[in-house]
């Protein structure tokens, strides 16, 4: 028999369309792998079976007359806990938050899934106010990979990318301050996009402000390209939102990389330890690109690591969102970055802003001669769940192991993870792949490229019960 929890939402819809199965099949499906995998990998905050089912019904009527409201319609979709869904609390993975409040309206890029008819299964998981690069909070416990529970799926949308990856629905939307979708897809085994900063509206306003973007998080590149096409168009509430993108994501996915101007930088010019599994996979991918017509070589971004000026804006931000709330509830991790912010001068701040303008423009100036660049997404695969660093690591915070991410968030250039293989232990390795701004399409095309030619694959979870 079929198994939907499988397929890409593209599949979904072509069956959809020729009448082999419907959305209430599908639904159904996503839901049973959802409360399934629940016990044993916590990739979710609640489920919303009743009214997911009943979304279902409308869209497999609305299929039966041949009459789909929208590109997305009947198509199971999840959404981290840090975007608003109306009718349901958005906790943000803290005790702080008043689940009894008024929630009564949808991020813009909830509204645009609602309105391209998406079936809503559920919330996912993340640190406290996604605040990390893993994912455990005070509210739901620690979240766990697929490939191995005793792992962390990374963070923060940890919880979505465990979920797409075990089949709990094939999209899901993510957030990504700092590598937030990136990491997790990387060690969950799936695709991650970060957009250009803007491309997707986001309200209300991160408190990291200009570094949070929303993206897809997919079965693959083709999926997020679909995704990007529905969240990616203009929404008033968002003051800093980019007007309508030039054309279609989906249509520009097959113009492949023939001729394209890569640069591959396997460390950072040396600024970065790489485990040799993920070094080794990287490299194949880099050469399937090559062997498909890409310009290949080997060099480095001209820039030190900007860590010092990211945390100065992240751990401020954090300050920003935690200084009215109850210390004592919060996340051990958090409170200490958000002390540590709540000391830095304005001062300090346009000192960081400044050294990202500097590195905006560096990045501006290597991508007129490059089209794209390509690095490890995480110089490791995923350690021990629950802690925010792996054992013995020589570093306190998570930045410490995400070297490759979080650089890109300053520069708000479109940056996505595409699983290219595994290490000896089976855990997934990620390829990164970078453009200039509003190059979004030149990301998705070189990812679909590689899983066009099977360079590109998302390993199979090896948790499909509790206790499995």
Same mark, same amino acid.
């Given at each position: 028999?079929?198994?939907?929890?499988?397929?890409?939402?593209?599949?979904?819809?072509?069956?959809?369309?020729?009448?082999?199965?419907?959305?209430?099949?599908?639904?159904?499906?996503?839901?049973?792998?959802?409360?399934?995998?629940?016990?044993?990998?916590?990739?979710? +905050?609640?489920?919303?079976?009743?009214?997911?089912?009943?979304?279902?019904?409308?869209?497999?009527?609305?299929?039966?007359?041949?009459?789909?409201?929208?590109?997305?319609?009947?198509?199971?979709?999840? +959404?981290?806990?840090?975007?608003?869904?109306?009718?349901?609390?958005?906790?943000?993975?803290?005790?702080? +938050? &008043?689940?009894?409040?008024?929630?009564?309206?949808?991020?813009?890029?909830?509204?645009?899934?609602?309105?391209?008819?998406?079936?809503?299964?559920?919330?996912?998981?993340?640190?406290?106010?996604?605040?990390?690069?893993?994912?455990? #909070?005070?509210?739901?416990?620690?979240?766990?990979?697929?490939?191995?529970?005793?792992?962390?799926?990374?963070? #923060?949308?940890?919880?979505?990318?465990?979920?797409?990856?075990?089949?709990?629905?094939?999209?899901?939307?993510?957030?990504?301050?700092?590598?937030?979708?990136?990491?997790?897809?990387?060690?969950?085994?799936? *695709?991650?996009?970060?957009?250009?900063?803007?491309?997707?509206?986001?309200?209300?306003?991160?408190?990291?402000?200009?570094?949070?973007?929303?993206?897809?998080?997919?079965?693959?590149?083709?999926?997020?390209?679909?995704?990007?096409?529905?969240?990616?168009?203009?929404? #008033?509430?968002?003051?800093?939102?980019?007007?309508?993108?030039?054309?279609?994501?989906?249509?520009?996915?097959?113009?492949?990389?023939?001729?394209?101007?890569?640069?591959? #930088?396997?460390?950072?010019?040396?600024?970065?330890?790489?485990?040799?599994?993920?070094?080794?996979?990287?490299?194949?991918?880099?050469?399937?690109?090559?062997?498909?017509?890409?310009?290949?070589?080997?060099?480095?971004?001209?820039?030190?690591?900007?860590?010092?000026?990211?945390?100065?804006?992240?751990?401020?931000?954090?300050?920003?969102?935690?200084?009215?709330?109850?210390?004592?509830?919060?996340?051990?991790?958090?409170?200490?970055?958000?002390?540590?912010?709540?000391? *830095?001068?304005?001062?300090?701040?346009?000192?960081?802003?400044?050294?990202?303008?500097?590195?905006?423009?560096?990045?501006?100036?290597?991508?007129?001669?490059?089209?794209?660049?390509?690095?490890?997404?995480?110089?490791?695969?995923?350690?021990?769940?629950?802690?925010?660093?792996?054992?013995?690591?020589?570093?306190?915070?998570?930045?410490?192991?995400?070297?490759?991410?979080?650089?890109?968030?300053?520069?708000?250039?479109?940056?996505?993870?595409?699983?290219?293989?595994?290490?000896?232990?089976?855990?997934?390795?990620?390829?990164?792949?970078?453009?200039?701004?509003?190059?979004? &399409?030149?990301?998705?095309?070189?990812?679909?490229?590689?899983?066009?030619?099977?360079?590109?694959?998302?390993?199979?979870?090896?948790?499909?019960?509790?206790?499995?």
């Amino acid at each position: 028999m079929t198994d939907l929890t499988t397929m890409t939402a593209g599949r979904l819809l072509d069956g959809y369309r020729e009448g082999e199965f419907g959305p209430v099949e599908a639904a159904r499906a996503a839901l049973e792998r959802a409360e399934r995998i629940q016990p044993e990998v916590n990739a979710f +905050v609640r489920l919303f079976p009743e009214e997911a089912l009943a979304q279902a019904r409308a869209a497999e009527e609305r299929w039966r007359r041949g009459e789909p409201c929208g590109p997305l319609d009947g198509v199971p979709v999840t +959404v981290k806990d840090i975007l608003l869904l109306e009718g349901h609390p958005t906790l943000r993975g803290s005790t702080t +938050v &008043d689940p009894g409040g008024r929630w009564d309206e949808d991020a813009p890029s909830v509204a645009r899934l609602r309105e391209a008819g998406a079936v809503f299964l559920g919330k996912t998981t993340t640190p406290e106010y996604g605040w990390k690069g893993v994912t455990d #909070s005070p509210l739901t416990g620690v979240t766990r990979n697929p490939h191995d529970p005793a792992r962390t799926p990374g963070g #923060s949308s940890g919880g979505s990318a465990a979920a797409v990856a075990l089949g709990a629905g094939p999209l899901s939307l993510g957030t990504d301050g700092g590598g937030s979708v990136r990491i997790p897809a990387a060690f969950c085994g799936i *695709f991650g996009l970060k957009p250009t900063y803007g491309r997707v509206p986001l309200y209300p306003a991160s408190a990291f402000g200009t570094l949070a973007h929303v993206g897809p998080m997919t079965r693959d590149a083709a999926d997020a390209a679909l995704l990007l096409d529905v969240i990616g168009v203009p929404d #008033s509430r968002d003051w800093s939102a980019l007007g309508p993108a030039g054309g279609s994501f989906t249509a520009a996915l097959g113009g492949g990389v023939r001729g394209l101007r890569v640069a591959y #930088s396997p460390s950072l010019g040396g600024q970065v330890a790489v485990r040799p599994a993920v070094a080794a996979a990287v490299r194949r991918a880099v050469e399937r690109l090559a062997g498909l017509g890409a310009y290949v070589e080997e060099t480095d971004p001209d820039f030190t690591d900007p860590v010092h000026a990211f945390h100065t804006l992240w751990f401020a931000g954090a300050a920003q969102v935690t200084r009215r709330l109850p210390q004592e509830s919060l996340d051990p991790g958090l409170r200490e970055i958000s002390a540590e912010g709540a000391r *830095f001068t304005a001062l300090d701040y346009l000192a960081a802003v400044d050294v990202r303008m500097e590195l905006g423009r560096r990045m501006g100036l290597f991508h007129d001669t490059y089209d794209l660049l390509l690095t490890p997404t995480v110089p490791i695969t995923a350690f021990e769940a629950g802690a925010e660093v792996p054992k013995g690591s020589a570093h306190r915070r998570w930045t410490g192991w995400t070297p490759f991410t979080y650089p890109f968030n300053l520069t708000q250039q479109p940056a996505a993870t595409v699983p290219v293989g595994t290490d000896g232990d089976g855990l997934p390795v990620g390829l990164q792949i970078v453009a200039a701004r509003h190059r979004d &399409d030149l990301v998705l095309r070189a990812a679909h490229a590689l899983y066009e030619a099977g360079a590109a694959f998302s390993p199979a979870g090896r948790v499909t019960s509790c206790g499995s």
